[in-house]
């Protein structure tokens, strides 16, 4: 089952503007993750976020969470065609045997046009 | 450094044929994963590996078997392929557990499996 729901499913936009995708997931975790996937190719790893974090940033990505809410956001300022790409969160939480395991959303598929 | 090699990238079986599907990481990882992805859904964990010798079961694993018989090698194997295994397949490897400071996963490029 998965843990992490992103919303939208799909985003499209102009060069220039801002993105937002937004990650809800149910169970307690340690952190959250944001991973990357070109179109055809593997997921890459973008931003963690710990549980006792509020926001962080990395270049154009800014990640929030809320674990009251249980919610997590991915923000990309000045959106390039090259951001074209799926969108993924990751929780991180303790799997049977005592080690811990991601689970990944659906993922939020992003279009900027140029 | 090749980081997450997968092989092979595309493949065909008929129902009933087995496949194995290798996966090399070339940087000391301890930890190796397969998954696989479907049209809509995220990934979802077939196997998992702790150590070289041990092998795991995640999600999904019915019709899967794993084997780690060295650090760097993690295979799936399919003893009689499925239509319902058609899917992109992905092995990882991560350096630590997880945990309050993360476990961060290294994919490799995926392995296009179609069962006819």
């Known amino acids: 089952s998965q843990q992490g729901e992103e919303d939208p499913q799909a985003l499209s936009i102009q060069e220039g503007e801002n993105a937002t995708m937004n990650c809800s997931y149910k169970t307690s975790i340690n952190n959250l993750q944001w991973y990357r996937q070109n179109s055809g190719r593997g997921l890459v790893h973008l931003i963690l976020i710990r549980s006792n974090e509020r926001e962080k940033h990395s270049g154009r990505l800014r990640v929030t969470l809320d674990t009251s809410k249980k919610s997590s956001s991915l923000l990309i300022t000045a959106s390039r065609a090259a951001d074209t790409a799926s969108y993924f969160c990751a929780t991180d939480s303790m799997f049977s045997g005592g080690y811990n395991k991601l689970i990944f959303g659906a993922g939020t598929r992003l279009a900027v046009h140029p | 450094n090749a980081g997450v090699t997968q092989t092979p990238k595309f493949r065909v079986l008929k129902t009933g044929q087995s496949m194995t599907l290798l996966c090399a990481q070339d940087?000391?990882?301890?930890?190796m994963y397969w998954y696989r992805q479907d049209p809509g859904m995220g990934l979802r964990l077939i196997h998992y590996?702790?150590?070289?010798?041990?092998?795991a079961k995640g999600e999904v694993p019915d019709g899967y078997n794993v084997s780690r018989l060295k650090k760097q090698n993690f295979l799936l194997g399919l003893e009689s392929a499925a239509p319902s295994q058609t899917s992109v397949y992905f092995c990882?490897?991560?350096?630590?557990?997880?945990?309050?400071?993360?476990?961060?996963?290294?994919f490799g490029e995926g392995s296009w499996l179609t069962v006819v």
């Open positions: 590996s702790v150590g070289e010798g041990t092998t």
């Open positions: 940087m000391n990882h301890e930890y």
């Open positions: 990882a490897s991560s350096p630590l557990a997880g945990g309050l400071s993360g476990n961060t996963i290294y």
